[in-house]
């Protein structure tokens, strides 16, 4: 099983990063999927959630309107397009698989985002 996470960098205050979660090693399209990030010296916080069939998504109050996920079953990938960054968005984005059913999740290794001038 692999979450592989890509996309992420430094980007300037209101630039615009899209990132990419490929999924591999299990039924993709039977599992809720979701976005995480972890800024240094905090916990860890829910971004961004959508369900298996990508009909549902829910947002932190924090990027509502400013993030939004999707995703595509034909190619196991889940995206977290991010517009409007600011300062408080810089932290570690993991990429986050659960299978509401029975409980089975995975998580990606993480990849960073700054944003900063």
């Known amino acids: 099983v692999q979450l592989v996470e890509s996309g992420g960098g430094l980007v300037q205050p209101g630039g615009s990063l899209r990132l990419s979660c490929a999924a591999s090693g299990f039924t993709f399209r039977r599992y809720a999927m979701r976005w995480y990030r972890q800024a240094p010296g905090k916990v860890r916080e829910l971004v961004a959630d959508i369900n298996s069939a990508g009909g549902s998504t829910n947002y932190a109050d924090s990027v509502k309107g400013r993030f939004t996920i999707s995703r595509d079953n034909a190619k196991n990938t889940v995206y977290l397009q991010m517009s409007n960054l600011k300062p408080e968005d810089t932290a570690v984005y993991f990429c986050?698989?659960?299978?509401?059913?029975?409980?089975?999740?995975?998580w990606g290794q993480g990849t960073q985002v700054t944003v900063s001038s």
């Open positions: 986050y698989a659960l299978r509401v059913v029975n409980g089975y999740d995975y």
